[in-house]
């Protein structure tokens, strides 16, 4: 279930699914570095003004799945307008800042983004540009990250499937929300289920 919170500004509101913290884990492959897994949280978070806040950071994971580098780290503004045109500058920490645009599909949690401008410093590596896509779908947040350099011509590069990470916090407010529910056979004390045919 998707919450608006009270506070958050209503050119948010369609940008909703993609508040709070995110887990979990995708595939990196791009020539010139080695293929693998890895492991993703994600953030998204709002202080009452007209952009989301975003941090992601990722790590190399081995065969049983623990963190052996860190892989990538960015960080964002996110926001949106009237016409449902999505706007985000990103920094990684390679060096690179991207301008991306992009949309917010109609009648579905989908938003398609492109770079519009790069920026670079002497420290990081070739990259010319590249695409998003990010999905709401059966509750999880999907993206899959496409890649351009003056060598290699765009390609996806990276993708991950996350989880909403729920804090205890979180837990205790929705049971209390819960009230009082109907008494349905599962929760029946001190009684054995009945069998079948009893």
Same mark, same amino acid.
């Given at each position: 279930?998707?919450?608006? &919170?009270?506070?958050?500004? &209503?050119?948010?509101?369609? #940008? =909703?699914?993609? #508040?709070?913290?995110?887990?979990?884990?995708?595939?990196?492959?791009?020539?010139?570095?080695?293929?693998?897994?890895?492991?993703?949280?994600?953030?998204?978070?709002?202080?009452? !003004?007209?952009?989301?806040?975003?941090?992601?950071?990722?790590?190399?994971?081995?065969?049983e799945g623990n963190k052996v580098k860190p892989l990538e780290s960015e960080?964002?503004?996110? $926001?949106?307008?009237?016409?449902?045109?999505?706007?985000?500058?990103? =920094? $990684?920490?390679?060096?690179?800042?991207?301008?991306?645009?992009?949309?917010? *599909?109609?009648?579905? &949690?989908?938003?398609?983004?492109?770079? @519009?401008?790069? *920026?670079? =410093?002497?420290?990081?590596?070739?990259?010319?540009?590249?695409? !998003? #896509?990010?999905?709401?779908?059966?509750? @999880?947040?999907?993206?899959?990250?496409?890649?351009?350099?003056?060598?290699?011509?765009?390609?996806?590069?990276?993708?991950a499937q996350l989880k909403k990470v729920v804090t205890p916090g979180e837990?205790?407010?929705?049971?209390?929300?819960?009230? @009082?529910? &109907?008494?349905?056979?599962?929760?029946? !004390?001190?009684?054995?289920? !009945?069998r079948p045919g009893r």
């Open positions: 279930m998707i919450e608006i &919170p009270s506070d958050l500004h &209503p050119d948010l509101v369609p #940008l =909703t699914f993609l #508040l709070g913290d995110w887990a979990g884990a995708g595939v990196f492959d791009f020539p010139g570095a080695e293929k693998c897994n890895f492991g993703q949280e994600v953030s998204f978070s709002h202080d009452g !003004r007209d952009f989301l806040e975003y941090h992601s950071h990722t790590w190399v994971l081995d065969e960080a964002g503004f996110w $926001r949106i307008d009237k016409d449902r045109k999505v706007e985000v500058v990103m =920094t $990684r920490d390679d060096g690179v800042v991207d301008v991306w645009y992009g949309e917010l *599909a109609d009648q579905k &949690p989908q938003i398609d983004l492109a770079t @519009d401008a790069v *920026a670079r =410093t002497a420290a990081s590596g070739p990259y010319s540009g590249g695409k !998003r #896509l990010y999905g709401y779908v059966k509750s @999880d947040l999907m993206w899959v990250g496409e890649k351009q350099t003056p060598e290699v011509p765009l390609r996806p590069y990276m993708s837990v205790e407010s929705w049971a209390k929300d819960l009230g @009082d529910l &109907p008494d349905d056979g599962i929760a029946r !004390r001190g009684r054995r289920p !009945r």
